[in-house]
C-alpha cells in the first residue's frame, strides 16, 4: 500500500500536478478498481471511507487526471454517463450490458498478437488498445428485457 502510495504520488508529480489529497484518494481508487468507473461511485467510495469531498471536486480532480494522462474517460455508446480509469499502457477489454449498462472487464485478450501484426502492416507503434462488446447480460436476457432491434446499440 505504501509503495503503490508512492508510485502514484511520483506519477502525479511527473505530470506537473501538486499532489493533493483527494488527487491521491481519486487516483488509489481507480488504480485498485478492476472496471472504470463513474465519478458519483468514485464520490460514493470516498464517502464510505470517511473522506470529505464533494462531487464537483471529484469531478474537477478527474478532469486534472486526465488531462494529465494518468486517467482515461471512457464514453460507452447511448449512455450520458462518462467512465474513468486508472491509464495504463496497454490494453483493456470490457462487455457491455446495453440495458442495465453492467459493465464486465475481460481479462484474456481476444485479439492476440494483431496488434504486432498491425503494427508491421502500419509502420505504426501501438502503445495500446480498447476493446468493447455490446450484447445482453444474463440477468437481463431472464428478466425479458432484451430489446432486440437491427440498431440496438
Not at 122 to 134: A, C, N, S, V
Amino acid at each position: 500500500m505504501m509503495k503503490e502510495q508512492g508510485i502514484l504520488n511520483e506519477q502525479i508529480k511527473k505530470c506537473g500536478l501538486k499532489s493533493t489529497k483527494s488527487r491521491m484518494a481519486i487516483l488509489q481508487i481507480l488504480y485498485n478498481n478492476d472496471c472504470p468507473m463513474a465519478a458519483e461511485d468514485i464520490f460514493i467510495v470516498l464517502k464510505n471511507k470517511d473522506i470529505q469531498i464533494n462531487l464537483s471536486t471529484v469531478y474537477r480532480t478527474l478532469e486534472a487526471l486526465e488531462d494529465a494522462g494518468l486517467v482515461t474517460k471512457i464514453q460507452i455508446m447511448n449512455e450520458d454517463r462518462k467512465l474513468f480509469e486508472y491509464n495504463e499502457i496497454g490494453h483493456r477489454h470490457y462487455l457491455i450490458c446495453v440495458t442495465c449498462k453492467k459493465l464486465v472487464t475481460i481479462h484474456d485478450c481476444p485479439l492476440g498478437d494483431y496488434d504486432h501484426h498491425v503494427e508491421e502492416e502500419t509502420d505504426f507503434t501501438i502503445l495500446g488498445h480498447k476493446l468493447f462488446l455490446y450484447g445482453y447480460c444474463r440477468d437481463c436476457r431472464e428478466n425479458g428485457e432484451v430489446k432486440r432491434t437491427e440498431n440496438s446499440i
